[in-house]
């Protein structure tokens, strides 16, 4: 009885000025969220602001004494002036053009296969595939830089055995120290972490209603045509998901170089990808004025891509009868 | 048992579907078979690896299982064992007196038979192995690197750090779902939106202050932000509070319980699959930190997590594959254990964080 009345009362008073009640309830919860509210202000908003004004200095943290403010000279240096800049993004957009597809669509296969109702003891499978995500990243590309070995490693071996290439040796394949292999090198360490993104598909395959496919069923089509016009719409939603963090994440790309060849950029500088130059002029030069100008740019380009990823998803991210918000 | 009577009463049309169900099914399978044996060879690789001694790694006509060469005491003294090719077949054979064009050899399985002569170059012939796990590299490893260090400060950053991301992230979760708050939803976007910032953009500004404060080179950097709640972790939770019946608040309302208690008696142990996939998040995701540590604590060794230590490892010790191996293995172990055992909660977790935003 009062529980009634007094949810009576707290709804005629949500249109009006705030109630004392209101008031109260506004101030705990304020309470609750205060600490993501500091941690908003003094660990995303201030730091991006003196990230930006850290940008106009020359600065040395070693030195703080003579920081410099020198204007836009940061900015001009790493637009116009420092080649590596554009190349070492350049490197990054042309190592995630390969790993990104590949790995969505392996996460895709993989999500497809174990969501077949052909398949016996799925719970096994979908575990030990998720098995390796589990394994800190610096051991995977520890483990998958002893197998991919030219000489010793079993990948060789392998293609050697069955195929009877060459494959093993200075003239066979070696991953990581050939220029054209070696971004496909580390997609395949990559592919160990497809454990999220396969049960998160999975997830969206089992979200897809049933009645569809029958109806297509009943109508002729095949499997192959279920798959291109059932399937894949219903699931863009997931596909959009992790294309944005596909693309945030391979800005930030640093982990394999830099444990391999402490980013020195073997093959040919291939592997000195943006972040690893960021992390260079950083925390090796301790260019810290020029580090933030590079890690803004960084911010302004994803900010850039996920704009564009949100603007083309109106054509082609399929949201089920609801309006995206 | 009605399977087979039901097929003998259908016709021929039914049972040729069953036929291409039960064939599909093995094919289905059997591709999922192959495709996880290959996703999980790299991993078969180092174990195997983990195992071999420094010298069958590079040998050339070594097998891929662990093994040493093969050797026969005969008489007291230590022979090599070889295998000898006799009427098309291949004996393994000790090799007690070298010849250009006669050896002499000893059946190890039969010593008393005494020498056999063998016509044929000795060195044309290939040496027997016999199996020979190196358990010691993982002792090896484990000591060169100091595991029982570098484990205790992962161990200690992961447990207090997950502690502060899971009970901050809840109390802010429960701000979202259960607090009229005005311009709820633009808090809301603006947490998610932080989710996807690049870390680097307050990366500098961030290690300066904590320069200044010469705490750089403590694990402070890297434990305290964990305290201030992360996007992911909030909106998992907040969905699943959504999801607990207002009732149960209202009713601990009118018994006069104020919000931290209906948070602590009420939401949290209504939410403990929740909690627990979030704890896991960040249990799995703070046994993986890379960059903070390597920043934060360079120069530190003392302090080094796990991920740090293991390529500071690999570094000094990059020749030593099985070493490598065994130390990759051992870093692993603990992360994978907690997931075979926990896997159900944590891919609930996972498929919210992923499907609904």
């Known amino acids: 009885m009062t529980a009634h009345s007094k949810l ?285 100008t590079l890690a803004w740019l960084m911010f302004i380009v994803a900010l850039i891509l996920t704009i564009i990823l949100f603007g083309t998803s109106k054509y082609w991210v399929y949201y089920a009868g609801e309006e995206k918000s | 048992m009605s399977e087979q009577t039901a097929i003998a009463y259908h016709s021929p049309r039914i049972v040729t579907r069953k036929v291409r169900r039960i064939v599909s099914t093995i094919l289905v399978t059997g591709l999922a078979l192959g495709v996880l044996f290959l996703f999980l060879l790299p991993m078969v690789y180092g174990i195997v690896t983990a195992l071999k001694t420094d010298s069958q790694i590079s040998k050339i006509g070594a097998p891929w299982w662990p093994a040493s060469e093969a050797q026969y005491e005969y008489e007291g003294k230590s022979y090599d064992v070889y295998l000898v090719p006799v009427d098309g077949e291949l004996h393994a054979w000790a090799l007690v007196n070298k010849g250009r064009q006669v050896s002499y050899f000893v059946d190890p399985e039969n010593p008393e038979a005494g020498l056999i002569e063998w016509e044929g170059s000795w060195r044309q012939l290939d040496r027997a192995w016999q199996p020979d796990f190196q358990w010691g590299n993982f002792t090896k490893a484990w000591n060169t690197i100091d595991f029982p260090l570098l484990l205790g400060n992962t161990l200690m950053y992961a447990s207090i750090t997950t502690f502060g991301a899971v009970s901050s992230a809840a109390l802010v979760a429960y701000g979202f779902a259960r607090f009229r708050i005005p311009k709820k939803d633009v808090l809301f976007i603006l947490m998610l939106s932080t989710v996807i910032l690049p870390g680097a953009v307050t990366l500098i500004p961030t290690y300066f202050v904590w320069n200044q404060l010469k705490l750089v080179g403590t694990w402070l950097p890297l434990i305290i932000p964990a305290f201030f709640s992360w996007g992911t972790n909030v909106f998992l939770l907040r969905q699943f509070f959504l999801t607990i019946p207002r009732d149960l608040d209202e009713a601990a309302m009118i018994d006069g319980a104020g919000p931290f208690r209906i948070f602590l008696q009420i939401i ?81 977790g996972v498929v919210i964080t992923g499907v609904e935003k």
């Open chain 1, 8 to 292: 009576t009362v707290k709804q005629d008073k949500t249109r009006r000025k705030m109630s004392p009640l209101q008031k109260r309830e506004t101030r705990w919860g304020l309470v609750f969220l205060s600490p993501w509210i500091i941690g908003f202000v003094a660990l995303y908003v201030l730091p991006m602001l003196a990230s930006f004004y850290f940008s106009l200095l020359n600065f040395n943290p070693a030195v703080p004494d003579q920081a410099q403010f020198i204007g836009f000279e940061n900015w001009r240096r790493a637009l116009f002036l420092d080649e590596e800049v554009r190349l070492s993004f350049v490197r990054t957009l042309r190592f995630s053009a390969i790993s990104l597809p590949i790995g969505l669509l392996f996460a895709l296969f993989l999500a497809i296969l174990l969501n077949s109702k052909n398949v016996i003891g799925k719970n096994v499978f979908r575990t030990l595939f998720y098995m390796p995500s589990m394994i800190p990243l610096v051991a995977t590309v520890l483990i998958w830089n002893g197998v991919l070995n030219e000489q010793t490693g079993w990948i060789n071996v392998l293609i050697e055995r069955l195929t009877g290439i060459q494959a093993t040796g200075i003239n066979g394949l070696r991953w990581l120290a050939d220029p054209r292999l070696v971004y496909y090198a580390y997609t395949m360490f990559g592919l160990w972490g497809v454990g999220p993104a396969m049960i998160i598909f999975l997830a969206g395959l089992q979200g897809v209603p049933t009645e569809l496919y029958e109806a297509a069923e009943i109508d002729g089509a095949n499997w192959f045509r279920r798959l291109i016009h059932i399937t894949f719409p219903m699931i863009t939603p997931v596909i959009f998901y992790q294309l944005v963090l596909g693309v945030i994440g391979a800005l930030q790309y640093f982990l394999a170089p830099f444990v391999l060849n402490r980013g020195t950029g073997f093959p040919e500088g291939m592997t000195r990808f943006y972040m690893v130059y960021f992390y260079k002029q950083s925390f090796t030069f301790f260019n810290m004025g020029y580090g933030a």
């Open chain 2, 268 to 348: 949290v142990p209504q939410s403990v699959p929740a909690l627990t996939a979030v704890a896991l998040f960040h249990f799995f995701y703070a046994w993986n930190d890379f960059f903070g540590p390597l920043i934060y604590l360079a120069g530190n060794p003392e302090k080094f997590p796990i991920t740090v230590g293991l390529t500071a490892f690999n570094n000094l010790y990059s020749q030593s594959t099985n070493l490598i191996q065994a130390a990759s293995l051992v870093s692993a172990v603990i992360p994978v254990v907690i997931f075979f055992f926990a896997q159900r909660a944590f891919m609930q």
